[in-house]
């Protein structure tokens, strides 16, 4: 006999998180938390120079010019630049995202300064050596190629090609494509860091996230000697566009001879910053979004037995977002299994009961804690409410946003943005368009 | 040298109180109050490691199990509680353990315990729930089958260790999954879930004794059944093997793994510097040379293993585009025969040193994380202590030891090269 559950009041969970914000002269925006746990400071500049901004022809450029900034500065190789950090048993790293670019530093207290110091070498004065260039084309073309293995990376990628379409800033993955990081010269490199790495004073600006064992006057003081003057720039979008919905089914399969077949089906989503966020995700929490607990996982999973690991998931951008739901499963189960992904995906509309919403709630309201346990977790939330906008009075006013979300908003989000009859549909593996049994569909080559 | 000893000067040891109660259970408690959550867990020394042939993955089945009902909760009641309580919870499986864990809040962690120690003693292990999670671990097989890298990984076990348990793959093999019976998995049960054989963990927002007296409440009354690892010696290698496993991949490998030794043996902490020196990080000498200046490899690392009862020194290497896995394989020998004839500078070894250390700093970072690390010493040293006598062990090391266990391992008789390429279908698309 199964014994009731203990039912838990809804009480504050959170904990004070001290975000302090300021604003060097050139408008650079500095947030810092002060935690003395550890003698460690993380660093992340995040600069609004990710993939989207890649030219049709040159996807991958953003990547590469981020990646060059530590392959040889004005006063170090790439090699000293590596030396000088690790030296220290600190790490610094570029970073590419479709949004935003930048770069990520961790040391032990002591080396602060040094990990300042190489951030603005790396920052202010890259010079974009022609050889480091052609070498660093070589490794990024194997990598494009090495994650064509991986059935996940290329179901992925076939899937945000067809859902965002074809030159949308959003359609290809940050690393670009091989025959695109080729033609890449010196010269772009050069001109996109010159529109791209600054402290802009567009809709998106330009900000560091220090967490650690810092003071934080004196961490002001620092990074103002060092980026106070760094001149600003401005970004602007290039090809984004609104992705429809298509009229019908459209599938595409990608053959591999593998004894599964992996699953994503979707479209495009709501973008960060979306006003029903919340009521999305809390949705999706019940759809598929909560592991063994979300419906698609527990029909696909736990009845039939059909995959590990199913699910269902939005990924969200500035300026677009995804919406998709995937399976991997035995090839000769591929049908059933994506018969039961739209099934739960067209059940929630109408079907959604107070339980599972309650349920929802309390996990996401017991769970905030979690999200900022450690500093590099702090540093990621911290970077995400900048980004979103969402005020740094997000903490106190996070358990009352999630409370307020009624059955109604959470349905309406379902509505909204659950598409049943007309999606897209990828498959990697041994499969036949025959062997799916989707009415209408449309098979692209 | 300097940059060492200032580190040694912030280097504190880590903390944990440690209880043995009568049954056996050991608990380990981590305190750390940066934040108002907790890390609840518990280890069982069981894993691939104990799995005679035709059971091999039984370990892993059972966790999956696991989150199958006890005689007191349904199946579902386990995630639902946790869920509900804004928790985080999973289980894994490994060649010496089966771990479950849930992070709470400070004021929630005794749910996880709670559930715990009711799956330790009342599992339900129902037949009609058995088949359907077995078919969910033969797609989790299928995964692991579909994964080129992975599977090559797990090629490497079989060759490299010909009788010893080590070879055995976590997930299992398939025509084991098929055959084991829910029987078969309520006797490993009964072996190996109790008391004795269990490492409770909790970390992160909590009291020491707070922790022991609700441990020692759930926990306590439950009896304790030692179980002893038996022993086994995989026959010393006599003579290099080499193979090649065919997969539908672009881009093929290679690999090369010698024996070594076990994680107390003194030469540990040298074979653990010589993978820094190789791989960790971007002045390392595989990134520095064979990545960038020769531009022979996209992805290359050298990893010690040392594990309870053996070790391994792993090295892997995808060659960039128009280069060949016989040219990566002679450049890796050549940098391990470096090894063996120059001496490393004090720079590099201070710089990996310092590496290595800096890591045991940034780890205490997260509760789940350091709950995770000390258990993993315990169970392997049997003494999470050991964990403290690390950096100064890492400290003792000379440029002279590096040379010496680099002349003693890196031999051609003691190593396994594999070749991970294309198949005959995918070379002719």
Same mark, same amino acid.
């Given at each position: 006999?199964?014994?009731?559950?203990?039912?838990?009041?809804?009480?504050?969970?959170?904990?004070?998180?001290?975000?302090?914000?300021?604003?060097?002269?050139?408008?650079?925006?500095?947030?810092?938390?002060?935690?003395?746990?550890?003698?460690?400071?993380?660093?992340?500049?995040?600069?609004?120079?990710?993939?989207?901004?890649?030219?049709?022809?040159?996807?991958?450029?953003?990547?590469?010019?981020?990646?060059?900034?530590?392959?040889?500065?004005?006063?170090?190789?790439?090699?000293?630049?590596?030396?000088?950090?690790?030296?220290?048993?600190?790490?610094?790293?570029?970073?590419?995202?479709?949004?935003?670019?930048?770069?990520?530093?961790?040391?032990?207290?002591?080396?602060?300064?040094?990990?300042?110091?190489?951030?603005?070498?790396?920052?202010?004065?890259?010079?974009?050596?022609?050889?480091?260039?052609?070498?660093?084309?070589?490794?990024?073309?194997?990598?494009?190629?090495?994650?064509?293995?991986?059935?996940?990376?290329?179901?992925?990628?076939?899937?945000?090609?067809?859902?965002?379409?074809?030159?949308?800033?959003?359609?290809?993955?940050?690393?670009?494509?091989?025959?695109?990081?080729?033609?890449?010269?010196?010269?772009?490199?050069?001109?996109?860091?010159?529109?791209?790495?600054?402290?802009?004073?567009?809709?998106?600006?330009?900000?560091?996230?220090?967490?650690?064992?810092?003071?934080?006057?004196?961490?002001?003081?620092?990074?103002?000697?060092?980026?106070?003057?760094?001149?600003?720039?401005?970004?602007?979008?290039?090809?984004?566009?609104?992705?429809?919905?298509?009229?019908?089914?459209?599938?595409?399969?990608?053959? =591999?001879?593998?004894?599964?077949?992996?699953?994503?089906?979707?479209?495009?989503?709501?973008?960060?910053?979306?006003?029903?966020?919340?009521?999305?995700?809390?949705?999706?929490?019940?759809?598929?979004?909560?592991?063994?607990?979300?419906?698609?996982?527990?029909?696909?999973?736990?009845?039939?037995?059909?995959?590990?690991?199913? =699910?269902?998931?939005?990924?969200?951008?500035?300026?677009?977002?995804?919406?998709?739901?995937?399976?991997?499963?035995?090839?000769?189960?591929?049908?059933?299994?994506?018969?039961?992904?739209?099934?739960?995906?067209?059940?929630?509309?109408?079907?959604?009961?107070?339980?599972?919403?309650?349920?929802?709630?309390?996990?996401?309201?017991?769970?905030?804690?979690?999200?900022?346990?450690?500093?590099?977790?702090?540093?990621?939330?911290?970077?995400?409410?900048?980004?979103?906008?969402?005020?740094?009075?997000?903490?106190?006013?996070?358990?009352?946003?999630?409370?307020?979300?009624?059955?109604?908003?959470?349905?309406?989000?379902?509505?909204?943005?659950?598409?049943?009859?007309?999606?897209?549909?990828?498959?990697?593996?041994?499969?036949?368009?025959?062997?799916?049994?989707?009415?209408?569909?449309?098979?692209?080559? | 040298?300097?940059?060492?000893?200032?580190?040694?000067?912030?280097?504190?040891?880590?903390?944990?109180?440690?209880?043995?109660?009568?049954?056996?259970?050991?608990?380990?408690?981590?305190?750390?109050?940066?934040?108002?959550?907790?890390?609840?867990?518990?280890?069982?020394?069981?894993?691939?490691?104990?799995?005679?042939?035709?059971?091999?993955?039984?370990?892993?089945?059972?966790?999956?199990?696991?989150?199958?009902?006890?005689?007191?909760?349904?199946?579902?009641?386990?995630?639902?509680?946790?869920?509900?309580?804004?928790?985080?919870?999973?289980?894994?499986?490994?060649?010496?353990?089966?771990?479950?864990?849930?992070?709470?809040?400070?004021?929630?962690?005794?749910?996880?315990?709670?559930?715990?120690?009711?799956?330790?003693?009342?599992?339900?292990?129902?037949?009609?729930?058995?088949?359907?999670?077995?078919?969910?671990?033969?797609?989790?097989?299928?995964?692991?089958?579909?994964?080129?890298?992975?599977?090559?990984?797990?090629?490497?076990?079989?060759?490299?260790?010909?009788?010893?348990?080590?070879?055995?793959?976590?997930?299992?093999?398939?025509?084991?999954?098929?055959?084991?019976?829910?029987?078969?998995?309520?006797?490993?049960?009964?072996?190996?879930?109790?008391?004795?054989?269990?490492?409770?963990?909790?970390?992160?927002?909590?009291?020491?004794?707070?922790?022991?007296?609700?441990?020692?409440?759930?926990?306590?009354?439950?009896?304790?059944?030692?179980?002893?690892?038996?022993?086994?010696?995989?026959?010393?290698?006599?003579?290099?093997?080499?193979?090649?496993?065919?997969?539908?991949?672009?881009?093929?490998?290679?690999?090369?793994?010698?024996?070594?030794?076990?994680?107390?043996?003194?030469?540990?902490?040298?074979?653990?510097?010589?993978?820094?020196?190789?791989?960790?990080?971007?002045?390392?000498?595989?990134?520095?040379?064979?990545?960038?200046?020769?531009?022979?490899?996209?992805?290359?690392?050298?990893?010690?293993?040392?594990?309870?009862?053996?070790?391994?020194?792993?090295?892997?290497?995808?060659?960039?585009?128009?280069?060949?896995?016989?040219?990566?394989?002679?450049?890796?020998?050549?940098?391990?025969?470096?090894?063996?004839?120059?001496?490393?500078?004090?720079?590099?070894?201070?710089?990996?040193?310092?590496?290595?250390?800096?890591?045991?700093?940034?780890?205490?970072?997260?509760?789940?994380?350091?709950?995770?690390?000390?258990?993993?010493?315990?169970?392997?040293?049997?003494?999470?202590?050991?964990?403290?006598?690390?950096?100064?062990?890492?400290?003792?090391?000379?440029?002279?030891?590096?040379?010496?266990?680099?002349?003693?391992?890196?031999?051609?008789?003691?190593?396994?090269?594999?070749?991970?390429?294309?198949?005959?279908?995918?070379?002719?698309?």
């Amino acid at each position: 006999m199964r014994k009731p559950m203990i039912l838990f009041a809804l009480i504050v969970l959170v904990h004070a998180v001290d975000i302090r914000q300021d604003t060097l002269p050139n408008g650079l925006l500095v947030l810092s938390i002060e935690a003395h746990k550890l003698p460690e400071i993380m660093v992340r500049f995040m600069i609004p120079a990710g993939s989207f901004s890649d030219p049709v022809g040159k996807e991958g450029l953003a990547n590469l010019t981020n990646q060059m900034l530590i392959r040889g500065t004005k006063n170090y190789s790439g090699d000293a630049l590596a030396d000088e950090i690790e030296s220290v048993g600190g790490d610094l790293s570029p970073f590419c995202a479709d949004d935003y670019a930048g770069l990520s530093g961790r040391v032990l207290t002591p080396d602060f300064p040094r990990l300042v110091k190489l951030m603005k070498e790396c920052l202010f004065y890259p010079n974009f050596d022609t050889l480091q260039l052609a070498r660093l084309k070589r490794e990024v073309i194997s990598d494009i190629r090495a994650a064509g293995d991986d059935p996940e990376q290329v179901g992925g990628l076939a899937f945000r090609q067809i859902a965002f379409g074809t030159g949308n800033s959003y359609a290809h993955d940050p690393a670009g494509y091989d025959s695109t990081v080729s033609t890449v010269t010196v010269k772009d490199i050069r001109d996109y860091y010159q529109y791209a790495y600054g402290p802009p004073s567009g809709p998106q600006p330009a900000f560091v996230v220090c967490v650690g064992d810092f003071i934080h006057d004196s961490l002001i003081v620092l990074l103002t000697r060092e980026f106070g003057d760094w001149p600003a720039k401005r970004s602007e979008l290039s090809n984004v566009f609104s992705s429809p919905l298509p009229e019908r089914p459209v599938g595409r399969i990608i053959k =591999r001879d593998i004894s599964q077949a992996y699953v994503f089906l979707g479209y495009s989503g709501p973008r960060l910053r979306a006003p029903d966020w919340n009521a999305t995700r809390l949705m999706n929490y019940i759809l598929g979004g909560s592991g063994l607990t979300s419906r698609i996982m527990h029909s696909i999973r736990e009845e039939q037995g059909l995959a590990y690991d199913a =699910r269902s998931s939005f990924y969200r951008f500035v300026y677009g977002g995804l919406f998709v739901a995937s399976v991997q499963t035995k090839k000769e189960m591929a049908n059933q299994a994506i018969q039961s992904l739209i099934k739960e995906i067209g059940r929630i509309k109408d079907d959604l009961t107070a339980d599972e919403v309650s349920w929802a709630k309390k996990y996401y309201i017991g769970h905030f804690p979690l999200t900022f346990d450690t500093y590099g977790e702090l540093a990621e939330l911290t970077a995400q409410i900048q980004i979103e906008n969402l005020g740094f009075d997000y903490f106190d006013r996070y358990e009352k946003m999630i409370n307020g979300l009624g059955i109604d908003q959470i349905r309406a989000a379902a509505q909204k943005y659950l598409h049943p009859d007309s999606y897209y549909l990828v498959i990697v593996g041994d499969i036949k368009p025959e062997d799916i049994k989707i009415d209408g569909i449309r098979w692209l080559d | 040298m300097i940059q060492l000893l200032l580190f040694l000067a912030i280097w504190q040891p880590i903390k944990v109180d440690k209880f043995v109660l009568d049954n056996g259970l050991t608990l380990l408690v981590y305190e750390d109050h940066f934040a108002p959550v907790v890390s609840a867990q518990i280890h069982y020394r069981v894993g691939a490691y104990n799995e005679p042939k035709g059971r091999t993955g039984i370990s892993h089945l059972l966790e999956h199990m696991a989150f199958k009902g006890t005689k007191k909760h349904g199946p579902k009641d386990y995630d639902r509680a946790i869920h509900e309580a804004g928790g985080e919870e999973n289980g894994f499986t490994s060649t010496h353990v089966t771990a479950f864990f849930a992070n709470l809040h400070k004021d929630r962690y005794a749910i996880e315990l709670d559930f715990e120690a009711d799956r330790m003693a009342n599992l339900l292990l129902d037949p009609k729930e058995f088949e359907p999670e077995k078919h969910v671990v033969m797609e989790e097989r299928r995964l692991n089958d579909n994964d080129p890298y992975g599977a090559f990984g797990e090629e490497f076990d079989l060759i490299t260790y010909l009788y010893h348990p080590y070879r055995n793959p976590v997930v299992g093999f398939m025509s084991d999954l098929e055959h084991i019976t829910v029987a078969d998995v309520k006797d490993w049960y009964r072996r190996y879930y109790n008391p004795s054989n269990a490492i409770v963990v909790v970390a992160g927002d909590v009291e020491a004794e707070a922790a022991y007296a609700l441990v020692k409440k759930l926990f306590g009354k439950l009896k304790g059944s030692p179980v002893k690892d038996e022993i086994f010696a995989e026959p010393p290698q006599q003579g290099e093997r080499r193979f090649e496993y065919r997969k539908d991949v672009r881009m093929p490998a290679v690999g090369i793994q010698y024996h070594t030794v076990t994680v107390l043996d003194p030469e540990a902490y040298a074979l653990n510097l010589i993978g820094t020196i190789l791989s960790q990080g971007r002045s390392s000498r595989f990134q520095r040379e064979v990545v960038r200046e020769k531009n022979l490899a996209v992805n290359i690392y050298a990893y010690s293993s040392t594990a309870k009862y053996a070790g391994t020194f792993y090295l892997f290497g995808i060659p960039q585009a128009g280069i060949d896995v016989k040219t990566l394989e002679t450049e890796i020998e050549n940098q391990l025969d470096r090894l063996k004839t120059e001496k490393v500078t004090a720079e590099e070894l201070d710089k990996a040193k310092r590496l290595v250390m800096a890591q045991t700093i940034y780890r205490q970072d997260s509760p789940t994380g350091i709950g995770f690390t000390i258990a993993n010493w315990e169970n392997t040293t049997g003494d999470w202590q050991n964990i403290n006598r690390f950096p100064d062990e890492i400290q003792k090391v000379t440029a002279d030891d590096i040379v010496r266990v680099a002349k003693k391992y890196f031999i051609k008789d003691n190593r396994t090269v594999g070749y991970l390429l294309p198949s005959e279908k995918s070379e002719e698309k």
